[in-house]
């Protein structure tokens, strides 16, 4: 069955850097898009980006400015988000998620169609 399983939350101070992997199993990773979302506690969740199959990037959530970074390493199988410069407001739960498409359009973009169980991210002094 699918599995998305994420990894490299944690608590940093702001300016700092995470990266967060998604490790994936029981689908053919190289052949569908992925992304990434995150959600603070009472609000819905919120896009971060995605990515294509073959490497295109969609569009950064507004909230990114440049800071964040996401990429794939199809041998394997596993979905990154380098977030670089990170600030309080950057705290969440973060997901990966599996779109059963090779890409990702940005009207779309919340039609995933499976989550991982999310890893946290908190920024704080």
């Known amino acids: 069955q699918v599995q998305l399983v994420e990894s490299g939350g944690g608590s940093v101070r702001p300016g700092g850097s995470l990266r967060l992997s998604c490790a994936t199993s029981?689908?053919?990773?190289?052949?569908?898009?992925m992304s990434w979302y995150r959600q603070v506690p009472g609000k819905g969740l919120e896009w971060v980006s995605g990515?294509?199959?073959?490497?295109?990037?969609?569009p950064y959530g507004d909230f990114v400015e440049g800071r964040f970074i996401i990429s794939r390493d199809d041998a394997r199988k596993t979905l990154y988000l380098q977030m670089n410069n990170l600030k309080p407001e950057d705290t969440a739960m973060y997901y990966c998620?599996?779109?059963?498409?090779?890409?990702?359009?940005?009207?779309?973009?919340?039609?995933?169609?499976?989550r991982g169980q999310g890893t946290q991210v908190t920024v704080s002094s």
């Open positions: 029981g689908f053919t990773f190289s052949t569908y898009a």
């Open positions: 990515i294509n199959v073959g490497g295109e990037t969609t």
């Open positions: 998620a599996l779109h059963l498409s090779s890409t990702i359009t940005w009207e779309l973009r919340y039609g995933f169609d499976y």
